[in-house]
């Protein structure tokens, strides 16, 4: 009997691994039975009651992990849920955007104190000052373990690290930052408590906190919060036993275990939520004016996914036609993204956004091949026509751009799109002349649609007849080459 099948027969009743763990922990180079964190760390022992508790609470399915950076970034080796990695210290962040377009979810962030309390400060305190119903698991070890043993905003007066090799004097580096006691002063949290994970009695009341949080959620209170003080016998240069009485003697008087704000059931805020989940926009009545609108080719299934570089000026409404262009596609059930990237400048500098329109799922709303390319100036022609895929499109705001590519297995629209908007009236409307003619070119959605995004937008009437004018001119030019 290998001793995996032993360990499965003999110890099945009391040591299974909980169902929200992997059965193995694939990754490169590791052992696929154990964790990659050191001896005598606290992070695998917190997987492991997040683990049991999800599993308990039956809410694995739903579940949704936002991963730090910090040593514990690969939670998602070892947690068998939906899991997200965010970049430093914005896991609350992406941890509101998860939590509000999917209400139903369960959304946890765990984080060191690196991570938490130093680059991602302003984060937590914002989304817990919100109230966002979410749970956050904050790994308080006193020092940045995965670098190798920097000062953080938690570590002791007196404690030497490498950037405070002579030990941290508040006067020059501040005192150690009290997360839950800071936090606590908030409205709108519901749970905050503090544990650790140092003697049996301790990580009892460490099991019962990280329960009691995710009730906490799934009850629909509010914010929860749980700082977990543990070892890192690495950072700190000591073995376990060490490091783990180290917590004990060193942190506790700085930090004691405890509740500091606990909401019963009355007053919680109400989650916040974003727009309509999926269901609920296909069983919403259609806005006014929007059941008459005949969705376009890409709707149909008439052509390929669209991937979209729009480039041009800041003020020169790239941004907005972008928006407009993915809101549209929403409205005629298309799957969108958008995503803006623009200079220090806003008006004046470059702008460029990426637009994708499918009828399919999109892996990332990033674009370094595009099939289409508008180029409101001339940079814009040059920095992207050499991007285009082979038999790509490229329109160009022939207003402005004399030369655009020496390419020949591409098309190349041309189109006067601010001297048609000049002539209409307003200068400003040459992003619509573009996205007429894109339409006009390609029948890939009504402009209806974008007419329908404008106002919902809150476009005054005026103005968006004016739009109206303008996606049609595009419209006809497109239709005259
Ligand atoms: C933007 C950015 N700044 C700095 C780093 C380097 N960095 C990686 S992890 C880390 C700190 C991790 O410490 P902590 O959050 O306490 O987690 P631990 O490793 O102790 O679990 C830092 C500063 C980075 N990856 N990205
Ligand atoms: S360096 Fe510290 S926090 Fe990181 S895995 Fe090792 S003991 Fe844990």
Partial sequence: MSSREWRTSVWETTHSKPVAFYDLFERKGGDLETTHYCPGCGHGVLHKLLAEAISDLGIQDRTVLVNPVGCSVFAYYYLDVGNIQASHGR??????????????????????????AAIGGNEILHAANRGEHITVFFVNNGIYGMTGGQMAPTTPLGARTTTSPRGRRGEVEGYPLRMCELLATLEAPAYIERVALTDPKYHMRARKAVRRALQTQIDGLGFSFVEVLTACPTGWKMNPPEAIQWVEKTMFPIF?????????????PKPATIGKTGEERKAAPKEKGEAAIKPGALARGEMPPVAMKLSGFGGQGILFAGIALAEAGMREGLQVSWIPSYGPEMRGGTAHCHVRLSSESIPSPLINKPSVVVAFNEPSAEKFAPELLPGGLLMVNSSMVKRASDRTDIKILWVPATEAANSIGNPKVANMVMLGAYLGATNAMNSESILAALLAHGMRPDILEINRKALAAGRDLALKQ
Avoid at 256 to 268: F, I, N, S
């Fill in 91 to 116: 896991a609350p962040a992406v941890a509101t955007g998860v939590k509000r377009v999917r209400p139903d979810s369960i959304v946890l962030c765990y984080q060191g104190d690196g991570d938490l």
């Fill in 256 to 268: 004691p275990p405890g509740v500091y704000k606990e909401r019963k059931t009355d007053g919680a």
